[in-house]
């Protein structure tokens, strides 16, 4: 007897754990830390927009409710991917000129 073949796989990345610091993705068989230090974009998003991830290629994630593609090597290494947003970029500046003014 043979068996049918197999269909596509329906394990997919899952949010196990989220906390003040972050959440935790299993993935597979690996388990990966988030830090809303590193991936700051998450930091003020609900606890179901963060639940809501698709894993579409082995490469990257991406939460459709944020609208946030992440590669996860950089999940993986992020002293390897240094992201900093403009945003932040700008508060930063406005911060050390108003340090400065005073």
């Not at 007897?1 to 394990?11: D, F, I, N, P």
């Amino acid at each position: 007897m043979k068996s049918a073949t197999l269909g596509k796989s329906t394990s997919g990345a899952e949010v196990t754990n989220i906390s003040g610091h972050g959440f935790w993705l299993l993935m597979a068989n690996e388990e990966l830390c988030v830090s809303f230090k590193e991936f700051p974009w998450f930091k003020d998003a609900s606890v179901s927009e963060i639940l809501n991830v698709e894993w579409p290629q082995p490469h990257h994630l991406y939460w459709p409710g944020l609208d946030v593609d992440v590669a996860v090597e950089s999940i993986r290494h992020p002293e390897k991917f240094p992201l900093i947003s403009k945003e932040m970029s700008q508060t930063r500046r406005s911060r050390r000129h108003a340090k400065v003014r005073r």
